[in-house]
């Protein structure tokens, strides 16, 4: 099994930012393996968003709703992915999680895409 653990989430005023961090471990884990890796959020009330995405090759994708504010990179010496957040609204108050697949996702921004998930970090932007 491949766990992912998130970490980096917390509260900020409007116009903050934060750095999320996601590990990768677990046995069914190789960092001989190339993971396709993608970050969504969930607010409460609305459907898991796609935010980023990134291929092993360092190709990145990102929605329109985060493009010029967030930023997704990757330490793969570290098993770790990385979301810089900046500029940060209330409306990007969410439950953020990261996921991964070993396969290219169709549609990144698609949930069903990715078979691992990590548990989530909340993040709060206070006006």
């Known amino acids: 099994q491949v766990r992912l653990v998130e970490s980096g989430g917390g509260s900020v005023q409007s116009g903050g930012s934060l750095r999320l961090s996601c590990t990768a471990s677990?046995?069914?884990?190789?960092?001989?393996?190339?993971?396709?890796v993608g970050w969504f959020r969930q607010a409460p009330g609305k459907e898991r968003e796609g935010l980023a995405h990134?291929?092993?090759?360092?190709?990145?994708t990102y929605a329109d709703s985060v493009k010029g504010r967030f930023t997704i990179s990757q330490d793969v010496a570290k098993n770790t992915w990385y979301l810089e957040m900046n500029s940060l609204k209330p409306e990007d108050t969410a439950m953020y999680y990261c996921?991964?697949?070993?396969?290219?996702?169709?549609?990144?921004?698609?949930?069903?895409?990715?078979?691992?998930w990590g548990q989530g970090t909340q993040v709060t932007v206070s006006s």
């Open positions: 996921t991964a697949d070993l396969f290219f996702p169709t549609d990144w921004s698609e949930k069903t895409e990715y078979s691992y």
């Open positions: 677990g046995a069914g884990f190789s960092r001989y393996e190339s993971y396709c």
């Open positions: 990134i291929d092993p090759d360092g190709t990145i």
